[in-house]
Protein backbone atom coordinates (compact mmCIF):
# COMPACT_ATOMS: atom_id res chain seq x y z
CA UNK A 1 0.00 0.00 0.00
CA UNK A 2 1.08 3.58 -1.02
CA UNK A 3 -0.11 6.28 1.53
CA UNK A 4 1.16 10.08 2.39
CA UNK A 5 2.36 10.96 5.78
CA UNK A 6 -0.53 13.00 7.34
CA UNK A 7 -4.68 13.16 6.18
CA UNK A 8 -4.25 16.87 5.19
CA UNK A 9 -7.05 17.45 2.35
CA UNK A 10 -6.83 16.67 -0.35
CA UNK A 11 -3.84 14.20 -0.81
CA UNK A 12 -2.55 13.61 -4.17
CA UNK A 13 -0.70 10.57 -5.35
CA UNK A 14 1.80 11.59 -8.50
CA UNK A 15 2.85 9.74 -11.38
CA UNK A 16 5.98 10.49 -13.44
CA UNK A 17 5.67 7.55 -16.46
CA UNK A 18 8.75 9.40 -18.07
CA UNK A 19 9.62 9.81 -21.83
CA UNK A 20 7.97 9.33 -23.88
CA UNK A 21 4.46 8.68 -21.73
CA UNK A 22 2.16 6.12 -22.00
CA UNK A 23 -0.79 5.31 -23.38
CA UNK A 24 -4.39 4.67 -21.75
CA UNK A 25 -8.23 4.66 -21.94
CA UNK A 26 -8.91 3.52 -18.64
CA UNK A 27 -8.19 3.55 -14.97
CA UNK A 28 -8.28 1.42 -12.11
CA UNK A 29 -7.96 1.44 -8.60
CA UNK A 30 -7.72 -2.04 -6.72
CA UNK A 31 -7.62 -1.78 -2.51
CA UNK A 32 -8.06 1.32 -0.53
CA UNK A 33 -9.79 2.62 2.36
CA UNK A 34 -11.60 5.23 1.51
CA UNK A 35 -15.13 2.61 1.84
CA UNK A 36 -13.95 3.07 5.73
CA UNK A 37 -14.17 6.93 6.56
CA UNK A 38 -17.05 8.58 7.90
CA UNK A 39 -16.53 11.54 5.73
CA UNK A 40 -17.52 11.45 1.87
CA UNK A 41 -14.46 10.34 -0.15
CA UNK A 42 -13.71 12.24 -3.79
CA UNK A 43 -11.18 11.14 -6.08
CA UNK A 44 -10.24 12.40 -9.23
CA UNK A 45 -7.83 11.56 -12.11
CA UNK A 46 -5.80 14.11 -13.46
CA UNK A 47 -3.13 14.28 -16.30
CA UNK A 48 -0.76 17.53 -17.07
CA UNK A 49 2.50 18.73 -18.64
CA UNK A 50 4.33 18.98 -16.33
CA UNK A 51 5.55 18.46 -13.00
CA UNK A 52 4.14 21.40 -11.21
CA UNK A 53 0.43 20.20 -12.97
CA UNK A 54 0.13 23.90 -13.72
CA UNK A 55 0.36 23.04 -17.53
CA UNK A 56 -2.33 21.67 -19.88
CA UNK A 57 -4.50 19.97 -16.61
CA UNK A 58 -7.40 18.02 -17.07
CA UNK A 59 -9.42 16.13 -15.29
CA UNK A 60 -10.19 13.02 -17.10
CA UNK A 61 -12.09 10.84 -14.06
CA UNK A 62 -14.12 11.34 -11.11
CA UNK A 63 -16.18 9.92 -8.82
CA UNK A 64 -17.99 12.31 -6.07
CA UNK A 65 -18.16 9.21 -3.25
CA UNK A 66 -16.05 6.69 -3.29
CA UNK A 67 -16.70 3.65 -0.84
CA UNK A 68 -16.20 0.09 -0.28
CA UNK A 69 -14.68 -1.88 -3.20
CA UNK A 70 -12.32 -1.34 -6.77
CA UNK A 71 -12.92 1.18 -9.02
CA UNK A 72 -12.36 0.97 -12.72
CA UNK A 73 -13.17 4.19 -15.18
CA UNK A 74 -13.42 3.18 -18.83
CA UNK A 75 -14.85 6.40 -20.23
CA UNK A 76 -12.01 9.16 -19.89
CA UNK A 77 -13.98 11.95 -21.51
CA UNK A 78 -13.39 15.67 -20.96
CA UNK A 79 -15.13 16.85 -19.25
CA UNK A 80 -14.04 13.43 -16.42
CA UNK A 81 -16.95 11.28 -17.46
CA UNK A 82 -18.45 12.94 -21.01
CA UNK A 83 -17.26 10.45 -23.26
CA UNK A 84 -14.79 7.63 -23.88
CA UNK A 85 -11.65 9.15 -24.72
CA UNK A 86 -8.12 7.72 -25.29
CA UNK A 87 -4.67 9.38 -24.43
CA UNK A 88 -0.95 8.73 -25.51
CA UNK A 89 2.44 10.17 -24.71
CA UNK A 90 0.95 11.02 -20.85
CA UNK A 91 4.10 11.55 -18.83
CA UNK A 92 2.57 13.16 -15.58
CA UNK A 93 -1.12 12.12 -14.31
CA UNK A 94 -2.45 12.61 -10.31
CA UNK A 95 -4.84 10.79 -8.09
CA UNK A 96 -6.58 13.58 -6.13
CA UNK A 97 -8.34 12.80 -2.67
CA UNK A 98 -10.54 14.95 -1.05
CA UNK A 99 -12.60 15.08 2.19
CA UNK A 100 -10.59 11.99 4.48
CA UNK A 101 -10.89 11.96 8.23
CA UNK A 102 -7.71 9.76 8.34
CA UNK A 103 -4.64 8.93 6.14
CA UNK A 104 -5.46 6.95 2.55
CA UNK A 105 -4.12 4.59 1.60
CA UNK A 106 -4.34 2.78 -1.93
CA UNK A 107 -2.98 -0.46 -3.06
CA UNK A 108 -3.15 -0.70 -6.84
CA UNK A 109 -3.19 1.47 -9.51
CA UNK A 110 -3.75 0.75 -13.43
CA UNK A 111 -3.76 2.95 -16.34
CA UNK A 112 -4.59 0.59 -19.10
CA UNK A 113 -5.86 0.02 -22.49
CA UNK A 114 -9.14 -1.69 -23.41
CA UNK A 115 -9.60 -4.82 -25.68
CA UNK A 116 -13.32 -5.34 -26.10
CA UNK A 117 -15.14 -8.16 -27.79
CA UNK A 118 -18.30 -7.83 -30.17
CA UNK A 119 -20.02 -10.51 -28.64
CA UNK A 120 -20.06 -12.54 -25.26
CA UNK A 121 -18.90 -15.77 -24.45
CA UNK A 122 -19.91 -18.94 -26.07
CA UNK A 123 -22.97 -20.64 -24.25
CA UNK A 124 -22.47 -23.24 -22.32
CA UNK A 125 -21.24 -20.59 -20.02
CA UNK A 126 -21.19 -19.96 -16.13
CA UNK A 127 -21.02 -16.12 -15.66
CA UNK A 128 -20.93 -17.35 -11.55
CA UNK A 129 -18.60 -19.58 -11.61
CA UNK A 130 -16.61 -19.43 -7.62
CA UNK A 131 -13.76 -21.44 -6.05
CA UNK A 132 -12.34 -21.47 -2.92
CA UNK A 133 -8.87 -23.57 -2.02
CA UNK A 134 -8.86 -25.51 1.54
CA UNK A 135 -6.99 -28.23 3.16
CA UNK A 136 -8.46 -30.42 5.44
CA UNK A 137 -6.99 -32.66 8.17
CA UNK A 138 -8.78 -35.63 9.69
CA UNK A 139 -7.49 -36.92 13.26
CA UNK A 140 -7.97 -40.46 13.57
CA UNK A 141 -10.86 -39.78 16.01
CA UNK A 142 -12.66 -38.81 12.95
CA UNK A 143 -12.69 -34.48 13.81
CA UNK A 144 -12.20 -32.48 10.67
CA UNK A 145 -9.71 -29.23 10.80
CA UNK A 146 -10.13 -27.40 7.82
CA UNK A 147 -7.59 -24.67 6.99
CA UNK A 148 -9.01 -22.12 4.70
CA UNK A 149 -6.73 -20.84 1.87
CA UNK A 150 -8.86 -18.50 0.15
CA UNK A 151 -12.41 -18.29 -0.76
CA UNK A 152 -14.77 -16.65 -3.37
CA UNK A 153 -12.32 -16.76 -6.27
CA UNK A 154 -13.85 -16.42 -9.50
CA UNK A 155 -13.02 -18.65 -12.36
CA UNK A 156 -13.88 -17.76 -16.19
CA UNK A 157 -14.00 -20.38 -18.98
CA UNK A 158 -14.69 -18.67 -21.99
CA UNK A 159 -14.67 -19.38 -25.69
CA UNK A 160 -14.96 -17.42 -28.46
CA UNK A 161 -15.48 -18.46 -32.31
CA UNK A 162 -14.34 -15.09 -34.41
CA UNK A 163 -15.39 -14.63 -37.98
CA UNK A 164 -13.39 -11.23 -38.05
CA UNK A 165 -14.68 -8.12 -38.67
CA UNK A 166 -18.36 -7.54 -37.99
CA UNK A 167 -20.92 -4.53 -39.08
CA UNK A 168 -19.46 -2.49 -36.12
CA UNK A 169 -16.13 -2.98 -37.96
CA UNK A 170 -15.31 -4.93 -34.42
CA UNK A 171 -12.95 -8.05 -35.28
CA UNK A 172 -12.12 -10.11 -31.93
CA UNK A 173 -9.52 -12.23 -33.97
CA UNK A 174 -7.04 -9.13 -34.20
CA UNK A 175 -8.78 -8.78 -30.21
CA UNK A 176 -7.70 -11.78 -29.11
CA UNK A 177 -4.98 -12.01 -30.71
CA UNK A 178 -3.62 -8.02 -30.20
CA UNK A 179 -4.85 -8.44 -26.25
CA UNK A 180 -2.53 -11.53 -25.73
CA UNK A 181 0.25 -9.59 -27.65
CA UNK A 182 -0.18 -7.11 -24.45
CA UNK A 183 -0.28 -9.32 -21.85
CA UNK A 184 3.12 -10.83 -22.94
CA UNK A 185 1.60 -14.05 -24.50
CA UNK A 186 -0.20 -14.38 -21.31
CA UNK A 187 2.23 -13.85 -18.45
CA UNK A 188 1.24 -11.14 -16.89
CA UNK A 189 -2.10 -10.37 -15.28
CA UNK A 190 -4.86 -8.06 -16.49
CA UNK A 191 -8.10 -6.75 -15.78
CA UNK A 192 -11.47 -8.91 -16.80
CA UNK A 193 -15.06 -7.27 -17.05
CA UNK A 194 -17.63 -9.73 -17.95
CA UNK A 195 -20.19 -7.52 -18.30
CA UNK A 196 -19.80 -4.06 -18.51
CA UNK A 197 -23.46 -2.98 -19.06
CA UNK A 198 -25.02 -5.65 -16.27
CA UNK A 199 -22.05 -4.69 -13.34
CA UNK A 200 -22.10 -0.78 -14.13
CA UNK A 201 -21.39 1.38 -11.10
CA UNK A 202 -22.59 4.24 -12.67
CA UNK A 203 -21.97 5.48 -17.19
CA UNK A 204 -18.35 4.32 -17.86
CA UNK A 205 -17.81 3.17 -14.24
CA UNK A 206 -17.44 -0.33 -12.94
CA UNK A 207 -17.07 -1.75 -9.75
CA UNK A 208 -17.01 -5.57 -11.12
CA UNK A 209 -13.38 -5.64 -12.70
CA UNK A 210 -11.44 -8.83 -11.41
CA UNK A 211 -7.53 -8.68 -11.94
CA UNK A 212 -7.04 -12.06 -13.32
CA UNK A 213 -4.11 -14.11 -15.02
CA UNK A 214 -4.79 -16.14 -18.32
CA UNK A 215 -3.32 -19.52 -19.39
CA UNK A 216 -0.25 -18.67 -21.30
CA UNK A 217 -1.30 -19.79 -24.56
CA UNK A 218 -3.56 -18.77 -27.50
CA UNK A 219 -4.46 -21.62 -30.47
CA UNK A 220 -7.27 -20.21 -32.96
CA UNK A 221 -7.71 -23.17 -35.48
CA UNK A 222 -9.62 -22.40 -38.11
CA UNK A 223 -12.97 -24.06 -38.44
CA UNK A 224 -14.02 -23.01 -41.66
CA UNK A 225 -13.64 -20.42 -44.38
CA UNK A 226 -13.82 -17.62 -42.45
CA UNK A 227 -14.66 -19.27 -38.92
CA UNK A 228 -11.94 -19.83 -35.98
CA UNK A 229 -12.37 -21.51 -32.42
CA UNK A 230 -10.63 -20.61 -29.19
CA UNK A 231 -10.79 -21.48 -25.50
CA UNK A 232 -9.54 -19.18 -22.81
CA UNK A 233 -9.45 -19.76 -18.83
CA UNK A 234 -8.83 -16.65 -16.33
CA UNK A 235 -8.62 -17.03 -12.77
CA UNK A 236 -8.98 -14.25 -10.28
CA UNK A 237 -6.36 -12.77 -8.26
CA UNK A 238 -6.55 -11.78 -4.38
CA UNK A 239 -8.17 -9.40 -3.52
CA UNK A 240 -11.18 -10.61 -4.86
CA UNK A 241 -14.21 -8.80 -6.02
CA UNK A 242 -16.58 -10.83 -3.77
CA UNK A 243 -14.82 -9.91 -0.53
CA UNK A 244 -15.33 -6.49 -1.04
CA UNK A 245 -19.06 -6.51 -1.20
Not at 162 to 172: F, I, M, Q, R
Request: contains cysteine; aromatic residues 12%; charged residues 15%.
Amino acid sequence: ETMPDNSTTPNYLLFDFGTPGIAFDSVAIVGHNFGSMLTTVSVDIQIANDTAFSSGLRTVATLASMTTGRVCWLSLGIPAGASFEAYTGVQYARIKITGVDRVPTIGQVIFGTRYQMSQRSNVPYDDQEFHSNVVDFVSQGGHLSRYVRHSGRRDFNLAWTPTGADAYGLDDLTTLRSWFSAIEYGTKPFLFIDQPEAEKHATGITKQAHYVTAAPDLALPAKGPSERSGAFSFSEIAPFVSSED
